[in-house]
Nanobody, 120 residues
Framework: QVQLVESGGGLVQPGGSLRLSCAAS????????MRWYRQAPGKQRELVAG???????DYADSVKGRFTISADNAKKTIYLQMNNLKPEDTATYYC??????????????WGKGTLVTVSS
């Protein structure tokens, strides 16, 4: 069974940085699509950053130049480096992966989320 577990959230002051991690466990051996979403209280979930295997990364306009998505395939982990954080970045952040296991190809998986709070 594939599970995704996010970590790295917390309270940070405006202008600070955090790095979120999303570790995959189970038989998944290839990531085809990797994304980070976020959902602020009272708002819809929105796509923050995404990248497909062999492709370039895309970012929401609100985070361009501040956030960077990356992956370490050997560790089966994806990351979201967040710099110059703003109060409006406060949200629960979720990782999303489309990947392959020996028994299934192209299934998608969600993490349970990690809370990021940007406040002074």
């Amino acid at each position: 069974q594939v599970q995704l577990v996010e970590s790295g959230g917390g309270l940070v002051q405006p202008g600070g940085s955090l790095r979120l991690s999303c570790a995959a466990s189970g038989p998944i051996f290839r990531f085809n699509t990797m994304r980070w979403y976020r959902q602020a209280p009272g708002k819809q979930r929105e796509l923050v950053a995404g990248v497909s295997s062999g492709g370039s990364a895309d970012y929401a306009d609100s985070v361009k130049g501040r956030f960077t998505i990356s992956a370490d395939n050997a560790k089966k982990t994806i990351y979201l480096q967040m710099n110059n954080l703003k109060p409006e970045d406060t949200a629960t952040y979720y990782c999303y992966i489309v990947g392959d296991t020996p028994m299934s190809w192209g299934l998608d998986y969600w993490g349970k989320g990690t809370l990021v709070t940007v406040s002074s």
